[in-house]
Every structure is written in C-alpha cells, then in structure tokens.
C-alpha cells in the first residue's frame, strides 16, 4: 500500500450485493473500506448499523475507516469497537464533548478521526489535533453519496496541513465527497493523503480498475 490511502465507500455498492462489491474492494488497491453511518438526525438518511458492519467484517480483514454521522456517538464507541472497527470517526457537531468522545475512542483500542462539515472551520480543531489520527474533511453535505465537490475543501486542506505541520503531528488528512480522477491529484498536492470515493468507483464500468487508477494517480 502506497503512503495515500483510497478508502471506497460502501454506500454507493449495490446493497443487495454487498459481498461482491466487498470483494472487489479487497481484491483491489484500496487501502481501507470506507463505512458510512448514518441516524436520520445528524444527516437526512439512514445507512446501515453495527449487523451489517458485522456481516462486513466476517467477509474481509480490511482496515475498517468508519464514520459515524450519528449524535452523542458515545453510547456506541464501545459496540463498535468489539465489532473489530480500526478508525472510528465521529462529527465535530455532532459531539458536545469531543475531547471526551475522542479519548473514549482510544480506549477502546481504535484509532480517532474527527469529521468536519463543509461550513465548520478547521481552526476549531486546534485543541485536539494532537489527540487525533485523523481529520476527515467534508467536502459535501453529509448524509447522502454522488453529491457535487464544494471548492472550499481546497483552501482547507492548506490550512489544516499546516497546522498539523506546524505542530510536528503526522495526522492524515481525509477527503470525502465527490471525489474523482479529475480533482484526487489537486487534492494530494493540497496536503490530503485520504480519499473516499464512493460513487465514482461503485458506478464505474470496472471499479476495481477505476481504484487501481486512483491509486497510481495519488502514489505514483
Ligand atoms: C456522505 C458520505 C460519503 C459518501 C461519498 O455523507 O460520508 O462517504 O459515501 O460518496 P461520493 O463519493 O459518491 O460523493
Ligand atoms: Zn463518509
């Protein structure tokens, strides 16, 4: 695995389907497999929960990146844990301790990502970018896969990438949304080292082609 990750993202696999697309994944260059939680009250959609990411982990010995758009995340981090998650990542706003929420994380023997919405900035993350693995930008509206990139994800990128720079950390930086072959180099060059793409590879002709190409486009 090259030092930039491609993370596919499930939700856009045909779910009646799943153990194909979970094979391809792991036959793929992908790095990790990229689970989208959602609660109906964080974001307007419903995903899967914790039977499906069990039927999940029985299928693959991927690295499971699993972000969590669900309120007060808390009461699951234990759950998610013994269900054999690697990262969890749980939402800036959608914590009111985030301190806490991280430090519960890696007691439970995870790694900790914090995700940001597009109009949440990424100054506010200051006082726990130590603490953290990794910071997942948003870079569409949570809640649902084929959204349009926001072009404000570019500048954050730069900001973040020095601020974890300045203080000598080595947190990844994670894209997700709308990610492509057109934007992913733009996006390396810009400090990320992450990338979730869910429709562009599960709605492509070959998708295990279309991971291998942004890959050699991110590591080459
Ligand atoms: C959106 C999810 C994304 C989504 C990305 O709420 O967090 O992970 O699956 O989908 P695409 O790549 O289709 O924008
Ligand atoms: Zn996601």
New binding site residues.
Partial sequence: MGKNIIAP?L??ADFADLKSAIALCDESQAGWL?L?I?DGVF?P?ISFGMPVIKAIKKETKMFLDT?L?IIDPDRYTKTFAELGVNLLTVHYEACSHLHRSIQLIKENGMQAGVAINPHTSVSLLEPVLSEIDLVCL?S????????K?INNTFDKVVQLRSMIQDRNLSVRIEI????TDKNILDLKEHGADVF??????FKAENPVQTIKKLNYIVNE
């Fill in positions: 993202s939700l856009a990229h989208d959602m974001v959609n972000h758009m948003m569409v509206n949570p809640g649902f896969g084929g959204q990139f997700d949304g709308g990610v979730v793409a869910g429709s562009h590879v």
